[in-house]
């Protein structure tokens, strides 16, 4: 009897980890791409907020508050000419 469960065990045992931990692993590497992902989203953002200089007047502004029109960053809408 103690035979038939030590194999049971021991085939428990075998199947967990070829089997099930993959699938965890698999899971946790889906996880850690997803947060790498997330992290280099969160850097390019960051890159992408760049100080612009406005092109009617000069002034300084971010690049994600800045105004593009045709290429060109602008402070406002008054310096990009649009209402
Ligand atoms: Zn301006």
């Known amino acids: 009897m103690l035979k038939i469960l030590l194999t049971i065990a021991v085939v428990w045992a075998v199947w ?3 089997i099930k931990k993959p699938k965890v692993t ?5 996880m850690a791409q997803k947060a790498r992902r997330e992290a280099a989203a969160k850097e ?3 890159e992408e907020e760049i100080m612009v200089a406005c092109e009617k007047c000069g002034t300084y ?3 994600k508050e800045a105004i593009i029109v ?3 960053y602008y402070c406002s809408k008054s310096c990009a000419g649009v209402k």
């Not at 698999?26 to 889906?30: L, S």
Request: hydrophobic share 35%; glycine share 6%; proline share 0%.
């Open 61 to 63: 502004v971010s690049s």
């Open 26 to 30: 698999a899971h946790r590497q889906k």
């Open 70 to 72: 045709s290429g060109r």
């Open 44 to 46: 390019a953002s960051k």
């Open 16 to 18: 967990f980890f070829l």
